[in-house]
């Protein structure tokens, strides 16, 4: 009896393949969908994503399914190792076997590339910590970091990368890894239990995320000090991992030693003795440690409580800001606007040389240029004097003061040609 | 006997087979009407704003005026401000033309030296006050809702659907 029922779990827990499969085709029918509206730059990511959640039909759901059924795979592929394990199918399989193992990785690194992509707060901050991850990595950690940034800062080219890796690079990985494994097999087991199964899940997921939207914190220029990013399930082990190991081992312990795991794992095959005992080991010590890491960060939250109220307080802003409607953006800036009265900062930092409305003006041999309908560059000047709110209010002063200092340091007779122009009409 | 179990059973398996199958059509039925609604297209509804022309004492003479008026246009996430050609016609009590060629929507020239509208597209021609004249266009230019307010002529600008 005892025996019959381990059987029936083990049949089963033998179809993984087949919630990992139709987990796969959600994101990949998502994932193409959301493209759809979602663009890649750091002016209008935040925005579009908020597009798609408070404007779009269907669209909460559609990137909750994809938000969500991330995790979810993330969490199956897994299993589908330990499974393939289990049957030893590194011995007898091997195709399926690496297939499976790398599945695992890709998964992964597409989480970890998508989550940068709707640039809230929380997405620049998983950023900064991919960053932090690189940089730390030994022997290559400057350049990983540089490669990974495309520069020396994150900027919107690192939003780009992301899009592209997470878009187009890891999708296609995936792909060839799904085609090669489906081309390999000659036999199929167990199709339509792993059909029910793969039903199931996604009808739960489909439920689940009817229910869920996906998070999306506030944009990263209006985040303040207090918040708290947390990141997607899948990664809260590696988050708590990071909180107790210092600096640099914090790349050791977050990609050099799952790396050298998956490695042993992937080469399994090839190896000649002990091999039950090597990969059981691996999968073991990962099993544990992504468990407790995650129920530990769960409990962490939970038990601080400056951190609850915290968390609690970005989960009522994030309610409230779903019930305010959207508010489109604005792509070019006016040529005239309607009330006729310049900007605030435009009168305190500009008027005084350029003219009560940018027309330009002569003091003795000094000539302040006119400013209006000149090309506008570079975009931040003309931002800090039409839309301060979009700034801090310190940052709006900041630019335009550098930028009025800059001007008036020019010896008093003409702007350095070199200085950019500050372009306004209204 | 023995036939009869084989043909049970592979009717059975035939059956099976479809199960596959089916759970893959109820996730591409279920994305698919979601995706369906998502990628709807918006129409816009046409634009009720008032955009400033000129002021009336600007407006006088025989000929059309070409004037520019800024309007904002919602598309989506976003907006952009356009800048439109419109032609006045002082002669015709201010009415506004808008300049798009009611044959396939280019953007007709006022030709000054024969007094004309010129369509670059398809040669179609439309008198001073918007007549058609000659060419493959259906009816005149069309006249855009106007108003005088605050002796400033006012319009709003939108394409007929009818192009």
Redesign the interface.
């Known amino acids: 009896m005892s025996s019959h029922r381990s059987n029936q779990i083990h049949i089963w827990f033998g179809t993984t393949g087949g919630i990992v499969a139709v987990l796969l085709l959600v994101q990949f029918l998502t994932g193409v969908l959301l493209a759809f509206y979602y663009v890649p730059s750091v002016d209008h990511a935040h925005t579009t994503v908020s597009y798609v959640e408070k404007v779009v039909s269907s669209g909460s759901w559609l990137r909750s399914l994809h938000h969500y059924g991330s995790q979810w795979l993330a969490l199956f592929a897994f299993l589908h190792v330990t499974r393939l394990f289990w049957d030893e199918a590194y011995r007898y399989r091997k195709a399926h076997w690496i297939a499976a193992v790398v599945l695992l990785v890709l998964v992964m690194a597409a989480a970890g590339t998508g989550y940068s992509l709707p640039w809230d707060a929380r997405a620049f901050f998983s950023t900064r910590v991919a960053e932090g991850l690189m940089n730390g990595l030994p022997f290559v950690g400057r350049y990983a970091r540089l490669w990974l940034l495309g520069g020396s800062d994150i900027s919107t080219i690192t939003l780009s990368r992301f899009f592209a890796l997470h878009v187009l690079l890891t999708p296609f990985l995936i792909l060839a890894i799904v085609a090669w494994r489906v081309l390999r097999v000659r036999c199929w087991s167990n199709l339509n239990r792993n059909a029910i199964a793969g039903g199931l899940v996604f009808v739960a997921l489909a439920i689940w995320c009817l229910k869920f939207p996906a998070p999306l914190g506030p944009p990263v220029e209006t985040a303040t000090a207090e918040y708290l990013p947390r990141p997607g399930a899948q990664f809260l082990w590696l988050y708590q991992t990071l909180k107790h190991v210092p600096g640099a081992v914090g790349s050791i312990v977050g990609v050099v030693v799952p790396g050298l795991g998956v490695a042993i794992l992937a080469s399994l095959p090839w190896l000649r003795a002990r091999r039950r005992l090597i990969g059981g080991v691996v999968i073991a010590i990962f099993a544990v440690w992504v468990v407790t890491m995650t129920v530990a960060a769960n409990l962490s939250d939970r038990r601080d409580q400056r951190t609850r109220e915290q968390l609690a307080r970005q989960a009522q802003q994030e309610s409230n800001w779903r019930r305010e409607p959207f508010t489109a953006v604005s792509l070019s800036g006016p040529q005239t606007s309607n009330t006729g009265e310049p900007p605030v900062l435009y009168v305190k930092f500009c008027a005084d040389c350029h003219g009560q409305h940018g027309e330009g003006a002569r003091r003795g041999n000094v000539t302040f240029p006119p400013l209006l309908d000149v090309p506008i560059k570079p975009r931040r000047y003309r931002r800090a004097v039409e839309k301060p709110a979009r700034l801090r209010p310190a940052t709006a002063d900041a630019v335009l003061f550098r930028q009025a200092v800059g001007a008036a340091d020019a010896r008093g007779c003409r702007m350095d040609r070199a200085l950019e122009t500050v372009a306004l009409s209204f | 006997m023995n036939t009869d179990s084989n043909v049970t059973d592979r009717s059975r398996r035939s059956f ?2 479809l ?2 199958l ?3 059509a ?3 039925a ?2 698919g009407g ?2 369906f ?4 297209p918006r129409l816009a509804a046409p634009s009720d704003q008032w955009l400033d022309v000129a002021t009336l004492a600007e407006l006088t003479g025989p000929q059309p005026i070409a004037k520019k008026v ?1 309007a904002d246009h ?1 598309s ?6 356009e ?1 439109h050609n419109v032609f006045v016609l002082p002669a015709k009590n201010n009415q506004v033309l808008s300049p798009i060629c009611p044959h396939e929507g280019c953007e007709v020239a006022w030709e000054q030296a024969r007094n004309r509208f010129a369509c670059p597209c398809h040669e179609s021609y439309f008198t001073a006050d918007g007549t058609r004249l000659s060419g493959p266009a259906p009816r005149g230019l069309d006249a855009l809702p106007a108003r005088v307010q605050d002796g400033k002529l006012q319009v709003q600008y939108r394409v007929s659907d009818n192009v």
Do not use: K, M, N
């Open positions: 099976l087979q199960l596959p089916g759970v893959f109820g996730v591409f279920s994305i979601a995706a609604r998502f990628l709807r800024l919602v989506g996430w976003a907006t952009t401000r800048e």
